[in-house]
Every structure is written in structure tokens, then in C-alpha cells.
């Protein structure tokens, strides 16, 4: 929830840059450096969207790895 209420609170700052009074660099600076918060925090969410999902469809991400053999005829 943390990362989507810094989302929302990086968008009310880049829609108040225009106001700020800054120079055009540091505004430019200012839209840059929010945007690439902006789409790091949108992977890292996605990523644990992707996580739930696989939980609930009962996929279990583990590092072992297991080889079937053909079975035995006795």
C-alpha cells in the first residue's frame, strides 16, 4: 500500500511542477527523476501482483527441481 500512495503522491507533484516557479532544467530534471520512480515502483508492484497470483492458482515458486524417471516394471 506504501507504493501505491507514493504513485499517487509523485503524480500530485508532477502536476504541481508546471506551477513551481523553477527554471525549465530543474523542471525537466524534476519530470525525469519522478517518471523513472514512477515506473520502478509500477514494476515492483507488478511483480508482487505476479506472486499473489501464483499463491492463489497454488503454484509455488521453489529452487528445487526434480526429474521424472519412467517407473519400474516389476
Known sequence: M???STIFILGILIALIPYSGFP???K???YVF???LIAILSLLIRRELH???RTLHG???NDTFSQSAP???K
Open 59 to 61: 503454484e509455488e515458486k
Open 51 to 53: 506472486e499473489v497470483i
Open 2 to 4: 506504501i507504493k501505491i
Open 71 to 73: 517407473k519400474e516394471k
Open 34 to 36: 519522478f517518471g523513472v
Open 28 to 30: 525537466n530534471f524534476s
Open 24 to 26: 525549465s532544467g530543474t
